[in-house]
């Protein structure tokens, strides 16, 4: 397209299509499976099934992972001429269409590659699914063929049937769809209301995005996974963009204002949340503002593009780009494929599909222009229920299940009212096909097998008693839990940049009712342990208090530095290497006693985060924390005086080389001619595990932790449940977006530049 203008890449010759259709060879042996469903992973140089290739070995593969290849193969083979890569993609999504559920016409997250079975039978449009549908739509619009809109349409009924309850989008059983799956939502359902204005149906996709609007703006950013009642439950953000696309195809479809407010908002919370010296940092947890030390691919090939999209004018695009469709990456392809190379065969299917409500078919391939006919407050009127959705909580209806129990039979044994140790309730248990195991540490375990049932309306009864266990054990876990705290370095040259994921406490301050959170520097006790008097108060006095764990109870640590005269503790894991990257939250509770008379926070690092603070008391002695319940901005305050403190000093600076280089100068003039002169300019470089219920479930094991001689001493230590596993703490940039401010002084950008240059020299010591 560009060199076909004649301005740009003259020079391309087809190299990358040859390239493409290189690779699209080495991805074919993915595919020699009984069923057509490919392999989720292939070695790129030895194949599937070669001894080196370590794969092969796989027996399952998500919907999406199988689904979500008919674009770019079909692409491939229109550009090259070469139909395998099409026949391929499309058998794999025939494939998976023949599978699907009859009765509900849901398909599962995870299918068996060889024998088509599901492996995990619940069903949404979030992770593991969410693509399959939406490239079954593009596939229409791209390729014109009519029956990938078909089963478009046919699955799009069943969501709006099942998963759909306004302006929640839930899990449901393939087999069982007036039955919730989960209780959470995870963030990729975020694409589905761009996936919803691509098929015509705004009003949902409106109320589904204002939802998710809401919870942005209590959280800066979505969750990983967040509950129906909007807490959070993943507490990661990996900088995904399927909101900002929602936002870019609603602006589009609605041409409403709003949706460029959205983007304002989007773009101004990763400056100052997401934005570090090299790039924009995943957010490890949202609470606390705590980073990732990685950036995604697709954070630059989808967030970036979509929000440009959003605020770029017709005029500032090269070429129309209503003449291409998205891919779920982002990239573009021509819509005239669909008239190119046409070497599959088209055969007549309908016969096969659902007879839908014509309704359902009227709205494909919607004119945006006529969409909202003399209403432009159509979609305002939509999203005013929503706005305070979240911190109200949404007033749940009924649920479908308690619909049709209001109807029809209660269930013999409700959750909140069972008793293990109950002789009649246990037997109702059997009739439903629930099994009870008792454990070791005394707790006992519920495991439902539907076929042990008495009868079919039994196994049902016992799967609505499990769900309802699973959600009573889950409030009970959340009422006990609290969520994680921040340590964040506020003083030169971090400011703020470096916040650390800490443990709380369930004694002392609460942070979270005391919203500017304990500021102060940081001093090592002696005893380093804590657990005797305080030997140096006069350093420890109003100052918080660093300790290492161990050897007597945190109360104690706590009750010992108070006395001492310190505002704050941080206790330090004294388990090398122990890191919030892979360990579970710890939650420090008392010794049993009351703990009414401490008063000051206590917060608790792993090693690594602890190790954070301790080399930078090494390098630059001074060094100040703010303890809190969530990251704080930037300390601009302070950041501006050292600024303003090194600007005077170069101005001093350079007004003395100004004259020591003129008085050299006049020496120079001075010295015979022939003499060797030269002017030199100096270098200016500058614990054991607290029960919380006594019921668990099977897929909601606890994990209990193992205890060493030093933990024994502090038995309650509690885990947080929810934590991401694989994270890395990084610097933090809060830098804000003024939107009125044209430029900035040059002095203040290079001074800016100088401090992210020596924070991030002091990150890679740090190895952040």
């Not at 491939?76 to 026949?87: I, K, W």
């Not at 695009?317 to 291409?324: H, K, L, N, S, V």
């Not at 704080?632 to 003395?656: A, G, I």
Request: hydrophobic share 35%; with cysteine; net charge negative.
């Amino acid at each position: 397209m560009l060199k076909e203008k004649g301005e740009y890449m003259q020079w391309y010759n087809g190299e990358l299509l040859h390239m493409a259709k290189e690779l699209g060879y080495k991805l074919l042996p993915a595919f020699n499976t009984t069923s057509g469903l490919p392999y989720p992973r292939v070695n790129l140089k030895f194949g599937v099934r070669h001894p080196e290739a370590r794969t092969g070995t796989e027996t399952d593969t998500c919907t999406a992972c199988a689904g979500t290849l008919i674009l770019e193969f079909a692409a491939l083979s229109r550009f090259t001429g070469t139909s395998v890569f099409e026949e391929y993609a499309r058998k794999a999504l025939d494939f998976i269409w023949e599978k699907r559920q009859r009765s509900s016409n849901l398909v599962g997250v995870t299918i068996n590659i060889h024998t088509g079975d599901w492996v995990r039978k619940d069903s949404g449009v979030g992770a593991g699914i969410d693509s399959y549908y939406e490239y079954l739509l593009k596939a229409y619009v791209l390729l014109g063929d009519d029956s990938f809109l078909e089963r478009f349409n046919t699955h799009y009924d069943a969501i709006m049937r099942y998963i759909s309850q306004p302006p929640l989008l839930l899990d449901v059983h393939i087999h069982k769809p007036m039955l919730n799956a989960r209780t959470w939502m995870d963030s990729l359902l975020a694409f589905f209301p761009g996936l919803q204005v691509l098929k015509g149906d705004i009003r949902p996709a409106i109320e589904t995005h204002e939802m998710l609007y809401q919870v942005i703006k209590k959280h800066n950013f979505l969750p990983e996974a967040f509950t129906t009642d909007f807490r959070v439950h993943w507490a990661q953000h990996p900088l995904r963009p399927e909101f900002a696309e929602s936002t870019y195809f609603l602006y589009k479809a609605t041409g409403d204002p709003y949706y460029l407010e959205v983007g304002k908002t989007l773009i101004e919370n990763l400056n100052k949340y997401a934005r570090v010296p090299c790039g924009f940092a995943a957010m490890k947890d949202v609470r606390t503002g705590s980073h990732e030390d990685r950036m995604d691919s697709f954070f630059l090939a989808e967030m970036f593009k979509y929000l440009y999209l959003l605020f770029a004018d017709k005029e500032d695009m090269i070429f129309d780009i209503e003449d291409y469709i998205f891919t779920t990456e982002a990239h573009l392809l021509p819509l005239w494929l669909s008239t190119t190379n046409q070497t599959i065969s088209k055969k007549n299917t309908t016969t096969e599909y659902t007879e839908l409500d014509d309704s359902n078919f009227d709205w494909t391939c919607p004119n945006t222009q006529i969409l909202f006919p003399n209403d432009p407050m159509f979609a305002q009127s939509i999203r005013e229920p929503l706005k305070n959705v979240v911190d109200k909580s949404c007033p749940r209806g009924i649920s479908r299940a308690e619909e049709s129990l209001g109807s029809g039979p209660k269930p013999p044994l409700r959750a909140r009212d069972f008793m293990a140790s109950n002789p009649e309730h246990l037997e109702i248990l059997k009739k439903m096909g629930v099994s009870l195991i008792h454990l070791k540490d005394g707790r006992v375990q519920l495991v439902q097998h539907a076929v042990q049932a008495a009868s079919s309306l039994d196994a049902e009864d016992g799967l609505r008693f499990m769900q309802e266990m699973i959600e009573l054990s889950s409030q009970q876990q959340k009422e006990q839990q609290l969520p994680p705290r921040a340590v964040q370095i506020v003083s030169h040259p971090f400011f703020g940049r470096v916040v650390l994921t800490a443990g709380p406490a369930q004694f002392g301050m609460d942070l979270s009712k005391h919203k500017a959170g304990t500021r102060g520097f940081v001093a090592t006790i002696k005893p380093y342990n804590g657990c005797s008097e305080i030997t140096n108060p006069e350093a420890v006095k109003d100052k918080i208090a660093l300790m290492q764990r161990g050897q007597c109870m945190f109360a104690e640590k706590a009750r010992n530095i108070q006395k001492a005269g310190a505002i704050g503790g941080i206790v330090i894991d004294d388990n090398e290497g122990s890191s919030s990257d892979t360990a579970p939250l710890f939650q420090m509770a008392g010794d049993g006693k009351n703990t009414d008379d401490i008063t000051i926070p206590m917060l608790f690092l792993f090693n690594k985060e602890g190790n954070i603070i301790l080399d930078a008391i090494r390098e630059y002695e001074a060094v100040e924390v703010l303890l809190s319940d969530k990251a704080k901005d930037r300390d601009l305050e302070m950041e501006n005086m050292d600024q303003k403190l090194s600007e005077n000093d170069s101005h001093k600076q350079n007004s003395e080389e100004a004259t020591s280089a003129s008085q050299d100068v006049g020496a120079v003039s001075e010295e015979p001619e022939g003499g060797e002169n030269s002017v030199t300019d100096p270098d200016s470089l500058s614990s054991a595990h607290a029960d919380s219920d006594s019921v668990s479930i099977s897929n909601q094991d606890s994990c209990v932790p193992g205890t060493d001689e030093a933990s024994a001493l502090e038995p309650a230590c509690m885990q947080g449940d929810h934590q991401p596993q694989e994270q890395e703490t990084e610097t933090e940039s809060n830098s804000k977006v003024n939107w009125d401010n044209k430029g900035q002084p040059m002095e203040s950008i290079l001074a800016d530049w100088n401090e992210d240059i020596e924070a991030f020299e002091m990150m890679e010591k740090d190895e952040l």
